[in-house]
């Protein structure tokens, strides 16, 4: 039996939404499948959902709650127990997969501080699906505001940015990657970050959009951020 969690479970109205850890299916693949047993109204709730978000991942939010402020409200699926808290109000939406959560510009979700936080590691990989209407400056994802070292997600029309931050350089400003969007559409970004010495030049930065790479943007002290 592979790992699976049960994010949404609606069979009256829009079905269901299931993450399951597989060893491997391949797109192209004729051969590779997984097999889905229902209709059993007493069997047991096996699900396992740290066991589907091991090997690595630090933390995973569904934001399948509607947030009220309370204190670890916006669960992580991980055994790490990550979980978050809103700040104010922000509005459940429908997401791209399941539901999602809007904020205003002044909302945001926090979680407790974690030693396994450090954007200073040697690679680290954030990940999500996001929309913004706005064509002003909306930080997505950030890892710190009052400690360095510090990176984060943004969007800026029409461009996505990534931005690190060690407290010392004496510009402040280290990388950044940039890329075509628009507003008010879905994207699948990823971020990687890779502080290995590959071609000579530290904190490489990658975005990943829509499973695309946009290229590697290596660490320029010189560089100014974007506004």
Same mark, same amino acid.
């Given at each position: 039996?592979?790992?699976?969690?049960?994010?949404?479970? =609606? *069979?009256?109205? @829009?079905? =269901?939404?299931?993450?399951?850890?597989?060893?491997?299916?391949?797109?192209?693949?004729?051969?590779? *499948?997984?097999?889905?047993?229902?209709?059993? =109204?007493?069997?047991?709730?096996?699900? +396992?959902?740290?066991?589907?978000? *091991?090997? /690595?991942?630090?933390? !995973?939010?569904?934001?399948?709650?509607?947030?009220?402020?309370?204190?670890?409200?916006?669960?992580?699926?991980? =055994? +790490?127990?990550?979980?978050?808290?809103?700040?104010?109000?922000?509005?459940? !939406?429908? /997401?791209?997969?399941?539901?999602?959560?809007?904020? @205003?510009?002044?909302?945001?979700?926090?979680?407790? @501080?974690?030693?396994?936080?450090?954007?200073?590691?040697?690679?680290?990989?954030?990940?999500?699906?996001?929309?913004?209407?706005?064509?002003?400056?909306?930080?997505?994802?950030?890892?710190?505001?009052? &400690?360095?070292?510090?990176?984060?997600?943004?969007? *800026?029309?029409?461009?996505?940015?990534?931005?690190?931050?060690?407290?010392?350089?004496?510009?402040?400003?280290?990388?950044?990657?940039?890329?075509? /969007?628009?507003?008010?559409?879905?994207?699948?970004?990823?971020?990687?970050?890779? @502080?290995?010495?590959?071609?000579? !030049?530290?904190?490489? &930065?990658?975005?990943?959009?829509? /499973?695309?790479?946009?290229? !590697? &943007?290596?660490?320029?002290? &010189?560089?100014?951020?974007?506004?």
């Amino acid at each position: 039996e592979l790992s699976y969690e049960i994010e949404r479970w =609606a *069979s009256t109205t @829009d079905g =269901a939404y299931v993450w399951v850890k597989v060893p491997q299916v391949n797109g192209t693949s004729t051969s590779d *499948s997984i097999y889905m047993y229902y209709g059993n =109204a007493s069997a047991a709730d096996a699900q +396992n959902a740290t066991s589907v978000w *091991s090997n /690595g991942y630090e933390t !995973v939010w569904h934001l399948k709650e509607v947030p009220d402020n309370s204190a670890n409200q916006i669960k992580d699926s991980t =055994a +790490n127990a990550h979980h978050g808290q809103s700040l104010s109000t922000p509005t459940q !939406v429908a /997401g791209q997969i399941g539901k999602a959560i809007s904020f @205003d510009g002044t909302q945001e979700i926090n979680a407790p @501080d974690s030693a396994n936080w450090t954007v200073s590691s040697s690679k680290i990989t954030w990940e999500a699906w996001a929309k913004s209407s706005d064509t002003l400056y909306d930080i997505l994802v950030q890892s710190t505001s009052n &400690t360095f070292p510090e990176m984060y997600l943004a969007y *800026s029309d029409p461009s996505f940015l990534v931005y690190y931050h060690n407290g010392t350089d004496a510009t402040n400003i280290l990388s950044y990657s940039s890329t075509v /969007g628009s507003s008010n559409a879905w994207y699948h970004i990823a971020v990687v970050r890779d @502080d290995t010495d590959s071609n000579g !030049v530290n904190d490489e &930065t990658t975005i990943y959009l829509n /499973g695309s790479s946009t290229g !590697v &943007t290596d660490r320029n002290a &010189t560089d100014v951020f974007p506004n």
